[in-house]
């Protein structure tokens, strides 16, 4: 287990692409604290899960929006394990599709606030407790290609996310190695709310390897960046999507 004794934040750790992430981590020996906001349900039965096989896991409620939920986080999984290795900011969403005629001020910057405010948040305040290690951010396709109808505040939000990405591995280097994902067609809860049918079985068709991504592909790629297997890469944003979009 080549995380044995490191521990793990994730944010929007209750489910999807998060639940998979902490899984995945806690299966190579780390300790993992389980950010979640409505999920409660779901982020217990992960902690369940991870502690029925032996690991060892936390699960905290907060509005990482807000600095309360920020600092609460980073003061329980120091509280639990001592330390802090590896962040994963996987905190996010779309809120709702709208275009800029419909878009308010005020959703505009509940998006931004949502992805790219809570993963600066997140990022500055474990920094005083992670001397080394990595972070991993949770991008998005949208943040390469602009997004799908009405994901406008969604796709620039994620695109902020890669560019943080990149400073971030200037600012934090040699110590702490900063990568991100940009996660294409995954089957989520993401794309059951906010993604029809028809227009899911139209990106299959379109992408070389046919199918929709799973939780699981992006929590594989998570853990190789996140462990030392991947010691000499830092500041890349990587495509995860099938072949749907090359860059």
């Known amino acids: 287990m080549k995380l044995q004794g490191k521990t793990v934040i994730v944010t929007g750790g209750g489910r999807d692409i998060g639940r998979a992430c902490a899984l995945r981590l806690a299966g190579e020996g780390a300790n993992v604290a389980i950010n979640y906001f409505a999920s409660a349900d779901s982020a217990q039965a992960t902690v369940d899960e991870i502690t029925a096989a032996g690991g060892k896991a936390i699960a905290v409620q907060g509005d990482l929006c807000k600095s309360e939920g920020v600092d609460a986080l980073v003061s329980a999984t120091v509280e639990a394990f001592g330390s802090i290795d590896i962040l994963v900011n996987n905190a996010g969403g779309l809120i709702a599709r709208k275009s800029i005629s419909e878009m308010s001020v005020e959703h505009w910057l509940a998006v931004m606030d949502l992805n790219v405010t809570s993963t600066f948040m997140m990022t500055k305040a474990v920094l005083a407790h992670m001397k080394s290690g990595a972070i991993v951010n949770i991008a998005s396709q949208a943040g390469r290609d602009g997004g799908g109808g009405g994901a406008m505040a969604y796709g620039a939000a994620k695109g902020a996310i890669m560019t943080m990405t990149r400073g971030l591995a200037k600012e934090l280097g040699p110590d702490i190695r900063v990568n991100a994902l940009c996660p294409g067609m995954i089957d989520t809860d993401f794309h059951n709310i906010f993604t029809k049918p028809e227009v899911r079985k139209n990106v299959e068709a379109a992408t070389p390897l046919k199918r929709q ?21 830092t500041g890349a944003n990587f495509d995860i999507n099938g072949g749907t979009l090359f860059s």
């Open 213 to 233: 991504g799973l939780p699981e592909d992006v929590a594989n790629m998570v853990y190789f960046l996140a462990s030392d297997e991947s010691s000499f890469v």
